[in-house]
């Protein structure tokens, strides 16, 4: 099963036979009170730099989230959309839970959005999978629903049909919907890991789909956080994610080295190109 995302230049395929893609999680104004306060002001100078530095990191799609105190998400989105498409050529995925703004972004981008996400909760899919087919993008669904985050990986391989179901009956293709199992922190849960890679494998074997994943909450509480979250994507990207939401900065090498041992990097090509290019001459 292949899901297509693409800007105007440049076409990017997720699947299991393909190298994982990397989104790049960046630009996003959570913990960063200087580019809150450059969207707030609606200064993309940040959210530009951010986009050239993810590229250079590795960083295959971007993530851009522009929800922060006093920032119009409706009016700053497609500013940063179009501010993004100006400085690299990299699909993009769209990131609001604010319908509105991303109808504004959808409308000014160019090529196939990914939207970043609908959930199980009846509010989420009537508001989210419209949006979905009416711009035929292709979207990030959450497992979780009106009873928040199950600890049982059965019940998020339930959300997960659901949401996939619905998205099919209003005629968006499987292939378009990449399940995000969700990660909590093994510091509060000691199974927390091992209930999302079993969720994981879980909707690997029963819809197909592809994946994704925000790994660092794994590691929250916890010290050496970049080692813990890059181990658990290994094993995440083992057990069928293909799409990962990530610092690539912080991540990238885990996850090419994690494609090698995967036998998705030929003659370990991408691999070597990275290390040469990442090394200290």
Known sequence: METIVRSSAQEIVIGPEHPTAIIGERINPTGKKLLAASLAQKDMTRVRNLALSQVEQGATILDVNVGAAGVNEVEVLPLAVKAVMEATDLPLCLDSANAEALRAALSVYQGKALINSVNGEEASLQRVLPLVKEYGAAVIGLCMDDDGIPAEASKRVAIAAKIVQRAEALGIP???????????????????????????????????????????????????????????????????????????????????????????DEFAMTYVRYHRKHSQA
Do not use: H, Q, Y
């Open 174 to 264: 499987r292939e378009d919907v990449l399940i995000d199992c969700l990660a909590l922190s093994v510091c509060t849960d000691g199974n927390a890991a091992k209930v999302t890679l079993d969720a994981i494998r879980g909707v690997r074997e029963t819809l197909g789909v592809n994946m994704t994943l925000g790994a660092s909450n794994i590691s929250f509480g916890l010290p050496d956080r970049e080692a813990i979250n890059n181990t658990f994507l290994a094993m995440a990207i083992t057990a069928g994610v293909n799409a990962p939401i990530v610092n690539p900065e912080l991540s990238c090498k885990a996850i090419l080295i994690t494609d090698l041992l995967l036998g998705r």
